[in-house]
T-cell receptor, first 111, second 114 residues
Framework: SQKIEQNSEALNIQEGKTATLTCNYT??????LQWYRQDPGRGPVFLLL?????KEKRKERLKVTFDTTLKQSLFHITASQPADSATYLC??????????FGQGTELSVKP | DAGVIQSPRHEVTEMGQEVTLRCKPI?????LFWYRQTMMRGLELLIY????????DSGMPEDRFSAKMPNASFSTLKIQPSEPRDSAVYFC????????????FGPGTRLLVL
């Protein structure tokens, strides 16, 4: 069956460290993958998109990798800050712009 | 731009009542998506429209749910009759077009069915 899995446990890290979040999937061949941030009581907000022919994408302190052989994406936040605390969702394009979302990983950055 | 607008933000109703959720997409966007989010099932796509036409409603849980998009600036999601298991946060999202991949989400409607 088709499945998307993110770090099941919440991630707690110290300010200044690098946070690494994982998104694994099975039985999909997405044209691209997206990462969204969701704060409590709010809708998800788009962060980054990476296409199947791209290995890595960066935006400020964020970096995303995409390995279509391993069927895995890694999402990194360098020099993490308490303001980065949120839930991060990965989303796969499964057909013509239709997205399927992972369950999300809750990140907590302690000062 | 005001972003995606949803109303109401909170809704508490009793089992059996009809519930109507509303969404105004970002002006100029021609794709609209309805999602439901719960702790157990995460964020699930219910239905999406391109140019006001429903394209995929395979995520609609059952006949009690219906969605319409009478014009480019308005969509509704209706639940009739509502049940306690429909309690969730319902999000509407819009996208600029088939070649635009980013979805912009509204603030959501938190629905509680007693």
């Amino acid at each position: 069956s088709q499945k998307i899995e993110q770090n099941s446990e919440a991630l707690n890290i110290q300010e200044g460290k690098t946070a690494t979040l994982t998104c694994n999937y099975t039985n999909y061949s997405p044209a691209y993958l997206q990462w969204y941030r969701q704060d409590p009581g709010r809708g998800p907000v788009f962060l980054l998109l990476i296409r199947e022919n791209e290995k890595e994408k960066r935006k400020e302190r964020l970096k995303v990798t995409f390995d279509t052989t391993l069927k895995q994406s890694l999402f990194h936040i360098t020099a993490s800050q308490p303001a980065d605390s949120a839930t991060y969702l990965c989303a796969l394009d499964i057909e013509g712009g239709k997205l399927i979302f992972g369950q999300g990983t809750e990140l907590s950055v302690k000062p | 731009d005001a972003g995606v607008i949803q109303s109401p933000r909170h809704e508490v109703t009793e089992m059996g009542q009809e519930v109507t959720l509303r969404c105004k997409p970002i002006s100029g966007h021609n794709s609209l998506f309805w999602y439901r989010q719960t702790m157990m099932r995460g964020l699930e796509l219910l239905i999406y429209f391109n140019n006001n036409v429903p394209i995929d409603d395979s995520g609609m849980p059952e006949d009690r749910f219906s969605a319409k998009m009478p014009n480019a600036s308005f969509s509704t999601l209706k639940i009739q009759p509502s049940e306690p298991r429909d309690s969730a946060v319902y999000f509407c999202a819009s996208r600029g077009g088939m070649r635009q991949e980013t979805q912009y989400f509204g603030p959501g409607t938190r629905l509680l069915v007693l």
